[in-house]
C-alpha cells in the first residue's frame, strides 16, 4: 500500500479557491470535488505547506479551511478556521 497525503480544503472565495485546486493539480490527483491524493514525500508536503504559507494563507476567509492528512506519520495539519478546533480525529 502506498503512502499518501490527503489535501481537504473548504474555500469560500472562487478565485482563491480555484488558484489552490490549480496548484494542488501539479502534484496529485482529484478525488472529491474539495479533495486530493498526493503521492507522499517530505519534498512534496514541504512545498505544498510553504506555498499555503506564503501564498494562500492570507487570501483566506475567516470560515476557510484546508486539513492535510499524511499516512506515514499518521498527523494532520490545519490552516485556516480548521487550526482553531482542538477536536480529535479519528483517520479510517
Known sequence: MSKVIIV??????????SQFSKFLEKYGI???F????????QRILDIVT???ESKFK???DAGDSIY????????IIKYGSASLL???LIML
Open 30 to 32: 482529484r478525488v472529491q
Open 86 to 88: 482542538d477536536n480529535d
Open 68 to 75: 492535510i492528512f499524511t499516512s506515514d506519520k499518521n498527523s
Open 8 to 17: 481537504a480544503y473548504d474555500i469560500s472565495c472562487n478565485k482563491t479557491r
Open 58 to 60: 492570507k487570501m483566506f
Open 50 to 52: 510553504t506555498n499555503i
Open 34 to 41: 474539495s479533495v486530493y491524493e498526493i503521492e507522499n514525500s
